[in-house]
């Protein structure tokens, strides 16, 4: 758990472990949601440029999360030319 103090004007500074867990960093913003008296749920956001916001739909993230537990768990498949990369794939 992470504590900070609020300070006279209503600003704090997120704790180090906080920013991490939220991914945020200087110049980000955060959402907050009132769950109910005395709970609120803070979430980072980051502006993402529009050219750039098809790689961050939810469709391509769980490919990105699914190749990367393929990657740890060393399910892949070397070769040694984009030749044999390319027979792998159509046969």
Do not use: C, Y
């Not at 209503?10 to 955060?30: F, I, M, S, Y």
């Amino acid at each position: 758990m992470s504590r900070t103090t609020l300070r006279r004007k209503g600003q704090l500074t997120l704790p180090p472990e906080v920013r991490k867990a939220l991914n945020v960093d200087a110049g980000d913003e955060v959402e907050f949601d009132i769950i109910e008296p005395g709970v609120v749920v803070l979430r980072g956001l980051k502006m993402i440029p529009a050219d750039q916001a098809w790689f961050w739909n939810e469709s391509w993230n769980a490919g990105e999360r699914e190749a990367s537990k393929d990657i740890a768990n060393d399910r892949v498949t070397l070769h040694k030319s984009v030749d044999d990369m390319f027979d792998h794939l159509g046969g």
